[in-house]
């Protein structure tokens, strides 16, 4: 059965950082040379040429910020976003995030220009998926910077932004604490699952979508903890982030562990269809579930932070 790629992960919910942390260093009482920290060299505006080839002027110590769906990177820099990301009118969120981002309100994905005009945000940054039209009617609100990195390369992103808002040590730190963490759980994971495989495979409406193994928490799996790729999962060919699988394909896969994300709830069906049952993870009781609100979907320092601990939590209980 030909595997079709899904979309990204964006078009979820079915389908699926208010202040800026930048605040001013006192100078100690003694009078010394200091070398100026990130948030004094960044007090001034300064103009970057963002990912459409415009020259933009970033103002200093913004307050407002908006990126919507930036939310993880933001929180990471100890931003809170002036509002937050949102689906079908609230109906889906990052709830992973949200004992960082409670109280603050929501924004449709799309960014109708009358929400981010009723904000007031002092910048934005968002992606590079944006029509001209819009873009220019952001840019009469505010300073508007469309990111250059790629949404599925997060260490990339969070360098950028870290660069945009004059936190480039700050981003460089989450970035090292994180490689630190997943050494550190690879490292764990082997004595006990060393040459074993896995896959995340999340079921929505009764259908079921494998991670690419470079993508999303894919690439914590496989990437950051070293896991094997069953031959089933390796074989599929897509730049998307899921790819459809039949439960047929799903009974073949030969897989030590298997991450199910459940958006379906307890009483789906597909637990009592004898395929599945049959699945060598599911005999062996070795299947670990999560529900759509935990941070198997996204992308993000915070997002694979959390799946690393999933995993390893989950493998060596």
């Not at 976003?81 to 994905?109: K, R, T």
């Not at 950028?160 to 630190?180: H, I, P, Q, R, W």
């Not at 495979?201 to 979508?209: C, E, G, I």
């Not at 069906?269 to 599945?276: G, K, N, S, T």
């Amino acid at each position: 059965m030909k595997t079709l790629w899904t979309t990204s992960i964006v078009l979820s919910a079915g389908f699926m950082l208010a202040a800026c942390g930048n605040s001013e260093v006192e100078a100690p009482e003694e009078e010394t040379t200091e070398t100026p920290t990130v948030d004094e060299a960044a007090q001034g505006p300064k103009t970057l040429v963002d990912g459409l080839g415009n020259e933009v002027e970033i103002p200093s110590n913004p307050e407002n910020i908006l990126g919507s769906y930036l939310e993880d990177y933001l929180v990471s820099l100890d931003i809170t976003p002036v509002a937050q990301w949102s689906v079908y009118d609230g109906e889906s969120i990052q709830d992973y995030l949200q004992d960082d981002l409670s109280g603050v309100p929501l924004i449709p994905h799309d960014l109708p220009y009358e929400s981010v005009l009723e904000y007031e945000p002092d910048l934005m940054i968002v992606r590079d998926a944006i029509e001209q039209d819009m873009y220019e009617q952001y840019t009469q609100i505010t300073p508007t910077y469309v990111l250059k990195s790629s949404p599925t390369e997060w260490r990339e992103t969070l360098t950028e932004v870290g660069e945009v808002l004059g936190m480039e040590d700050k981003a460089e730190s989450v970035l090292e604490t994180y490689d630190a963490k997943a050494q550190e759980k690879a490292e764990e994971l082997s004595t006990v699952a060393a040459g074993e495989s896995a896959a995340a495979v999340w079921m929505v409406n009764n259908s079921l979508f494998v991670v690419h193994p470079e993508r999303s928490s894919g690439a914590v799996m496989y990437g950051d903890l070293g896991l094997e790729i069953p031959e089933v999962v390796s074989s599929l060919s897509s730049d998307a982030d899921w790819a459809s699988i039949s439960l047929e394909e799903l009974a073949q896969m030969d897989v030590d562990h298997l991450f199910f994300v459940n958006s379906d709830g307890p009483e789906a069906e597909l637990f009592e269809d004898r395929l599945w049952q049959n699945i060598p993870a599911v005999e062996q009781n070795q299947v670990y579930q999560f529900g759509p609100e935990t941070s198997w979907l996204y992308y993000g320092p915070i997002a694979s932070d959390q799946v690393l601990d999933n995993v390893v939590d989950s493998i060596t209980k």
